[in-house]
């Protein structure tokens, strides 16, 4: 009984994610892409947006599908922001760094 219960709460959740609209927001002003420190600033608020709008494991008992979500949303934002450095500054970061912080 419990997994079915599982099995129902990831379908759910997926068919909420498709249904969602984007609302992830972040902020951040031309000068903070003009430096390593700014730069880095900006992906930790992208980073905090995505793990803000995207489900715990708590809500739907899968890790891979919450770090999915997660990676999804700082690919998004990254590219939204529209700055060859800003994504090669994101790129060139080691994957470890990224699950460090959750």
Known sequence: MRMLIVILC?????????????????TYSEKELQSVAGMRQVL?????????YCPTYLEIRSRADV????????QDLVAKVHSPGFTAYVDRRPTEEFASRE
């Open 10 to 26: 990831q379908v759910l959740w997926m068919s909420a994610v498709s249904a969602k609209e984007e609302r992830y927001v972040v």
């Open 44 to 52: 930790e608020r992208i980073e905090a947006s995505a793990k803000r």
């Open 67 to 74: 770090q999915t979500c997660i990676d999804e949303v700082i």
